[in-house]
Nanobody, 122 residues
Framework: QVQLVESGGGLVQAGGSLRLSCAASGRTFSSYAMGWFRQAPGKEREFVAA????????YYANPAKGRFTISRDNAKNTVYLQMIGLKPEDTAIYYC???????????????WGQGTQVTVSS
């Protein structure tokens, strides 16, 4: 079992920045690939970014490319999502998730946090 707790969400103006954190406990964090997903009201949960267990490989959904950066600190059992240039369409609940393999599909992720709300005002 892996327990995940997100933090760092909030209300920010368009063009602003936020850094989300996801703290993990339980089984060995460093053995998991980690991902960030988001779900806006009335929409499906969508992939945002993922990072391999070592941090050596990352990839992003198109809306996140160039604005978001995923990183991890295995010594702190934490994964981060740095977001800059935020837009109103980035408003969503952001979830972190853990997977045995690096992927972009929700079904590939076994453990999920409860989410943190990000609201971007125009």
């Amino acid at each position: 079992q892996v327990q995940l707790v997100e933090s760092g969400g909030g209300l920010v103006q368009a063009g602003g920045s936020l850094r989300l954190s996801c703290a993990a406990s339980g089984r060995t964090f460093s053995s998991y690939a980690m991902g960030w997903f988001r779900q806006a009201p009335g929409k499906e949960r969508e992939f945002v970014a993922a990072i391999s267990w070592s941090g050596g490989t990352t990839y992003y959904a198109n809306p996140a490319k160039g604005r978001f950066t995923i990183s991890r600190d295995n010594a702190k059992n934490t994964v981060y999502l740095q977001m800059i240039g935020l837009k109103p369409e980035d408003t969503a609940i952001y979830y972190c998730a853990a997977s045995d393999g690096l992927g972009s599909s929700r079904s590939e992720y076994d453990y999920w946090g409860q989410g943190t709300q990000v609201t971007v005002s125009s």
